[in-house]
């Protein structure tokens, strides 16, 4: 098993661009995650969903989209890059609620 | 305000000391979990407590849960090198996970 994959691994943008970044898992997991990572704030949710179909919005999701037509994708849009959005990004994906997150090895994006 | 304040936010010591980092909140948690990050990487979980006043152990590290379930403490027994990293707690906020900001463990030899 791969556990959970994410592209790309480094992505520089400039502000006003769209992108995608790409996450997948094969651990048949109901309960996917985005967060975003800044010095001296931790991990920062952006959006969740608990099962394809079905998104909700985080702790900080503006800026964002996501769509979860499958069990195993989850893909983050930035609709129109901003610096703010300079960060390193994870996805992570569990069982259900309250289960071990399974964490991606994270894309470092930067906003110019 | 962060749902979940750890302290501190960095700790510097030498091999073979003991040390104590804390995880404290207002609200109370059906559940805390610990992760652990390297540079470059995901975190990675290290325990999950459950029941108030529960401690578990994972080698040199002991992890409690207060009893009022709304915060938890990491103690490391004499350090390691390898034990440098982000520990991270975190919790359940109805169905999201919220994180602390960590506390940055360098252990050096």
């Known amino acids: 098993n791969a556990g959970v994959t994410q592209t790309p691994k480094f992505q520089v943008l400039k502000t006003g661009q769209s992108m995608t970044l790409q996450c997948a898992q094969d651990m048949n997991h109901e309960y996917m995650s985005w967060y975003r990572q800044d010095p001296g704030m931790g991990l920062r949710l952006i959006h969740y969903?608990?099962?394809?179909?079905?998104?909700d919005q985080g702790e900080v999701p503006n800026g964002y989209n996501v769509s979860r037509s499958t069990t195993e994708d989850f893909p983050l849009r930035l609709l129109s890059a901003a610096p703010s959005q300079t960060s390193v990004y994870f996805c992570?994906?569990?069982?259900?609620?309250?289960?071990?997150?399974?964490f991606g090895p994270g894309t470092r994006l930067t906003v110019l | 305000t962060q749902l979940l304040e750890q302290s501190p936010q960095f700790l510097s010591i030498q091999e073979g000391e003991n040390l104590t980092v804390y995880c404290n909140s207002s609200?109370?948690?059906?559940?805390l979990q610990w992760y652990r990050q390297e540079p470059g990487e995901g975190p990675v979980l290290l325990v999950t407590?459950?029941?108030?006043?529960e401690v578990k152990k994972l080698k040199r590290l002991t992890f409690q849960f207060g009893d009022a379930r709304k915060d938890s403490s990491l103690h490391i027994t004499a350090a390691q090198p390898g034990d440098t990293g982000l520990y991270l707690c975190a919790a359940y906020n109805n169905n999201d996970m919220r994180f602390g900001a960590g506390t940055r463990l360098t252990v050096k030899p």
């Open positions: 969903s608990v099962g394809a179909g079905i998104t």
């Open positions: 992570a994906s569990s069982a259900w609620l309250y289960n071990e997150q399974f």
């Open positions: 407590v459950v029941t108030g006043g």
């Open positions: 609200s109370v948690f059906s559940s």
